[in-house]
């Protein structure tokens, strides 16, 4: 996951400390000792080190290093340095930690000896030569995948040439890579390609003046998708990406434009009908999609910022006073978003300072939109909307009618409320309280055998992640109450299936608690028996079974559960040690799985899975799957994916009642094609740990 990628910096230059915390306050933040000037390697030459951000210059955005960087020299005469600078905020917050300017990259030693546009030798450069300086106008993105920046060519270098080169450059190592046979056309002076990452699909948008391309950065592959910019000199055009509607959106010289990527044929540029916009996209106006108030935001100086409603497709304003001056030649792309803390940044004056701008203060609502309006997320499912509590909707009543499902309103992370489940007093029936069903890829149909519902098939690479939270009786009515005939009984908490096959189909993937050895240790199983192991056997044949963290070579010793299906059920603090047998109550737990599906039937899929306590940003693993042989069997074309997951407190056979009533609560459901953040762990200043004990429930008895 994001958060625990190791990563290597490269520092060759002058790092300056800067503003030692952007406070959780709307408003523009002057960020102390973040001059380019202090970074520039060439200061006073060629036209100085204010080339680096007037002379047509853009930006991109490092997520996983939390910066914008920038640079690349100024083209023409006016700067020959190819160096790269970084404007970091901080990795942990931006409310504690320090920003910075640094000189990430040293130019070329010679750069007076420029006489080219495509390369330079440079012994500094892993493979002997890195682009010439040029100006990069809004033609630089990030690939998080691949951790590399993208420079899409650009506009004239200091040989007076119109730049076509692509290269990809990786900050971990220093190593330039030239791409060949790239399709952007430079010529002609119809630059400009406005790219946009798509995190779903894995691919960059990319619009030239003839053709609108996608680059698909694991195979250094382009494709043409349609028609381009029409032939329009695009140098003043900002793309940015709608990751809600799935849109590429660009705009400049008072134009804004979009292309639809969710379309199977050939993808057609829309101009929309704007409304109350006017003065919105004037000139090279930075562009940015903000998830927390899902906008495309807009800003080319000065206090006033755009908010574009790519559903009306109108403009509303927010002034926020001390918002620094655009320079001269424009803003470009040098106006980015930090998605970790809910932050733009840009820098315009290279005498000045950078500066932070924060349109809304971070909170646990804010921290749920950021994440569920995140690049990759396929559907998400905040529980706030009472209609929802419906049967044949989303939410199906148990056995005998019972409907055990409400909007708790008290209970809650995020947004009006959370689901709760009433596992009733006194009741005994395997479906004792319904089920809430949930789409992996929207849009689908819940109710009803959906052979066209979308989901994720064979093979694919997905994740899911969802928070739970059961109250003490839970634990103790699986202890001494529930039976099913004499026997104990699990809960199944969690089923992922095919929603037209429903449960104990061949797309099955269920997590239960498991009561045989006298604990309540979480497991998961597949098509309503077979286990699932860490050493790829099912039901333990050839191999130990263990269902927890750990495998044979047990190579985790200090982090997470390590559980053997023949222990005695011990309770682990994450350590390593112990098992996770839901120790913890009335307190929140974020459940984040990632599966790595293989093709049918091969033993080739892998199903890792964290929990995060309330507050914490330790991830303790507790399921770890290499060779598992996931299949969709013998179902039929249009029933091989797994499309559904259903929250559902089912206990086979039940047949004995408990004496006090039972609480889940289901919040924050989350389905994506990338990484899942944690809850309030990359937003600074998202929710602090929950504390608070909950209100008493209703209708409960304790003997």
Same mark, same amino acid.
Not at 59 to 80: C, E, I, K, P, Q
Not at 112 to 127: E, L
């Given at each position: 996951?994001?958060?625990?990628?190791?990563?290597?910096?490269?520092?060759?230059?002058?790092?300056?400390?800067?503003?030692?915390?952007?406070?959780?306050?709307?408003?523009?933040?002057?960020?102390?000792?973040?001059?380019?000037?202090?970074?520039?390697?060439?200061?006073?030459?060629?036209?100085?080190?204010?080339?680096?951000?007037?002379?047509?210059?853009?930006?991109?955005?490092?997520?996983?290093?939390?910066?914008?960087?920038?640079?690349?020299?100024?083209?023409?005469?006016?700067?020959?340095?190819?160096?790269?600078?970084?404007?970091?905020?901080?990795?942990?917050?931006?409310?504690?930690?320090?920003?910075?300017?640094?000189?990430?990259?040293?130019?070329?030693?010679?750069?007076?000896?420029?006489?080219?546009?495509?390369?330079?030798?440079?012994?500094?450069?892993?493979?002997?030569?890195?682009?010439?300086?040029?100006?990069?106008?809004?033609?630089?993105?990030?690939?998080?995948?691949?951790?590399?920046?993208?420079?899409?060519?650009?506009?004239?270098?200091?040989?007076?040439?119109?730049?076509?080169?692509?290269?990809?450059?990786?900050?971990?190592?220093?190593?330039?890579?030239?791409?060949?046979?790239?399709?952007?056309?430079?010529?002609?002076?119809?630059?400009?390609?406005?790219?946009?990452?798509?995190?779903?699909?894995?691919?960059?948008?990319?619009?030239?003046?003839?053709?609108?391309?996608?680059?698909?950065?694991?195979?250094?592959?382009?494709?043409?998708?349609?028609?381009?910019?029409?032939?329009?000199?695009?140098?003043?055009?900002?793309?940015?990406?709608?990751?809600?509607?799935?849109?590429?959106?660009?705009? &400049?010289?008072? /134009?804004?434009?979009?292309?639809? !990527?969710?379309? *199977? #044929?050939?993808?057609?540029?829309?101009?929309? @009908? $704007?409304?109350?916009?006017?003065?919105?996209?004037?000139?090279?106006?930075?562009?940015?999609?903000?998830?927390?108030?899902?906008?495309?935001?807009?800003?080319?100086?000065?206090?006033?910022?755009?908010?574009?409603?790519?559903?009306?497709?109108?403009?509303?304003?927010?002034?926020?006073?001390?918002?620094?001056?655009?320079?001269?030649?424009?803003?470009?792309?040098?106006?980015?978003?930090?998605?970790?803390?809910?932050?733009?940044?840009?820098?315009?004056?290279?005498?000045?300072?950078?500066?932070?701008?924060?349109?809304?203060?971070?909170?646990?609502?804010?921290?749920?939109?950021?994440?569920?309006?995140?690049?990759?997320?396929?559907?998400?499912?905040?529980?706030?909307?009472?209609?929802?509590?419906?049967?044949?909707?989303?939410?199906?009543?148990?056995?005998? &009618?019972?409907? /055990?499902?409400?909007?708790?309103? !008290?209970?809650? *992370? #995020?947004?009006?409320?959370?689901?709760?489940? @009433? $596992?009733?007093?006194?009741?005994?029936?395997?479906?004792?309280?319904?089920?809430?069903?949930?789409?992996?890829?929207?849009?689908?149909?819940?109710?009803?055998?959906?052979?066209?519902?979308?989901?994720?098939?064979?093979?694919?690479?997905?994740?899911?992640?969802?928070?739970?939270?059961?109250?003490?009786?839970?634990?103790?009515?699986?202890?001494?109450?529930?039976?099913?005939?004499?026997?104990?009984?699990?809960?199944?908490?969690?089923?992922?299936?095919?929603?037209?096959?429903?449960?104990?189909?061949?797309?099955?993937?269920?997590?239960?608690?498991?009561?045989?050895?006298?604990?309540?240790?979480?497991?998961?199983?597949?098509?309503?028996?077979?286990?699932?192991?860490?050493?790829?056997?099912?039901?333990?044949?050839?191999?130990?079974?263990?269902?927890?963290? &750990?495998?044979?070579?047990?190579?985790?010793?200090?982090?997470?559960?390590?559980?053997?299906?023949?222990?005695?059920?011990?309770?682990?603090?994450?350590?390593?040690?112990?098992?996770?047998?839901?120790?913890?109550?009335?307190?929140?737990?974020?459940?984040?799985?990632?599966?790595?599906?293989?093709?049918?039937?091969?033993?080739?899929?892998?199903?890792?899975?964290?929990?995060?306590?309330?507050?914490?940003?330790?991830?303790?693993?507790?399921?770890?799957?290499?060779?598992?042989?996931?299949?969709?069997?013998?179902?039929?074309?249009?029933?091989?994916?797994?499309?559904?997951?259903?929250?559902?407190?089912?206990?086979?056979?039940?047949?004995?009642?408990?004496?006090?009533?039972?609480?889940?609560?289901?919040?924050?459901?989350?389905?994506?094609?990338?990484?899942?953040?944690?809850?309030?762990?990359?937003?600074?200043?998202?929710?602090?740990?929950?504390?608070?004990?909950?209100?008493?429930?209703? &209708?409960?008895?304790?003997?």
């Amino acid at each position: 996951m994001r958060q625990w990628l190791a990563v290597s910096v490269l520092l060759l230059g002058l790092t300056t400390a800067s503003y030692a915390a952007i406070p959780n306050t709307v408003g523009w933040f002057s960020l102390t000792g973040t001059t380019v000037d202090a970074a520039c390697q060439f200061p006073g030459q060629w036209g100085g080190c204010a080339m680096l951000t007037n002379d047509w210059n853009g930006a991109l955005f490092d997520t996983t290093r939390n910066r914008m960087v920038f640079g690349w020299g100024g083209g023409h005469s006016d700067y020959f340095g190819n160096e790269i600078v970084a404007l970091s905020i901080g990795t942990t917050s931006a409310v504690t930690d320090t920003q910075t300017m640094t000189r990430i990259r040293n130019s070329s030693p010679t750069p007076t000896s420029y006489t080219g546009n495509a390369a330079v030798t440079d012994s500094t450069s892993s493979i002997g030569i890195s682009p010439v300086a040029r100006h990069t106008y809004s033609n630089l993105a990030y690939l998080p995948e691949q951790d590399k920046y993208l420079l899409l060519g650009g506009g004239s270098s200091p040989a007076g040439n119109m730049t076509n080169d692509v290269w990809l450059w990786a900050p971990a190592t220093n190593i330039y890579q030239q791409l060949a046979n790239s399709p952007i056309d430079r010529n002609g002076g119809f630059f400009g390609s406005a790219p946009a990452w798509d995190g779903e699909r894995h691919l960059l948008w990319v619009i030239s003046n003839d053709s609108y391309y996608s680059f698909n950065p694991a195979t250094n592959a382009w494709t043409a998708r349609g028609a381009g910019h029409g032939g329009v000199d695009m140098a003043n055009y900002q793309g940015a990406y709608d990751a809600v509607k799935r849109r590429h959106y660009i705009a &400049g010289d008072g /134009g804004l434009y979009y292309w639809d !990527t969710r379309t *199977t #044929s050939t993808f057609v540029r829309t101009q929309p @009908t $704007l409304t109350s916009c006017a003065g919105a996209f004037a000139g090279s106006t930075g562009l940015q999609y903000d998830p927390v108030q899902d906008r495309i935001v807009a800003w080319h100086g000065g206090n006033t910022v755009y908010l574009l409603n790519t559903t009306t497709h109108t403009c509303t304003t927010q002034v926020v006073a001390g918002g620094p001056a655009e320079v001269l030649n424009g803003t470009y792309s040098r106006f980015q978003y930090s998605v970790k803390d809910n932050l733009y940044v840009t820098c315009q004056a290279s005498s000045s300072n950078c500066y932070a701008l924060r349109l809304s203060v971070q909170s646990a609502d804010t921290d749920w939109l950021r994440r569920k309006n995140a690049p990759g997320v396929t559907n998400s499912e905040d529980f706030d909307t009472i209609g929802d509590y419906t049967n044949g909707v989303q939410y199906f009543v148990g056995d005998g &009618g019972y409907d /055990g499902a409400d909007l708790d309103t !008290t209970i809650k *992370t #995020s947004g009006t409320g959370a689901l709760r489940f @009433t $596992l009733p007093a006194g009741r005994a029936t395997s479906n004792i309280s319904g089920d809430f069903r949930v789409c992996l890829r929207a849009p689908c149909a819940i109710n009803g055998n959906d052979t066209t519902a979308p989901g994720f098939g064979f093979p694919s690479d997905f994740w899911l992640s969802w928070r739970i939270r059961i109250s003490p009786t839970m634990v103790t009515n699986l202890a001494n109450y529930w039976r099913a005939g004499g026997q104990r009984t699990g809960w199944k908490s969690v089923n992922m299936h095919n929603g037209a096959q429903g449960s104990c189909g061949a797309l099955e993937i269920t997590k239960t608690i498991d009561t045989s050895f006298n604990n309540n240790t979480q497991i998961w199983y597949k098509e309503c028996s077979p286990g699932i192991t860490t050493d790829g056997n099912s039901n333990g044949n050839g191999g130990s079974p263990y269902f927890q963290q &750990g495998n044979n070579t047990r190579a985790t010793t200090n982090n997470g559960f390590w559980c053997d299906w023949n222990s005695s059920g011990t309770a682990g603090t994450g350590t390593g040690v112990g098992c996770f047998n839901w120790q913890w109550q009335n307190e929140w737990i974020t459940f984040i799985e990632h599966y790595q599906i293989g093709a049918n039937g091969a033993a080739t899929s892998q199903l890792d899975a964290w929990i995060y306590r309330d507050g914490s940003a330790t991830a303790l693993q507790i399921q770890n799957v290499n060779g598992e042989p996931f299949g969709y069997g013998s179902n039929p074309v249009g029933q091989r994916t797994y499309n559904q997951v259903s929250f559902v407190p089912y206990m086979t056979g039940l047949s004995t009642s408990a004496p006090v009533d039972a609480f889940i609560w289901i919040d924050e459901f989350i389905a994506s094609t990338n990484q899942i953040d944690a809850p309030g762990q990359i937003a600074g200043g998202g929710p602090a740990p929950d504390t608070t004990p909950p209100s008493a429930p209703t &209708g409960v008895t304790v003997n």
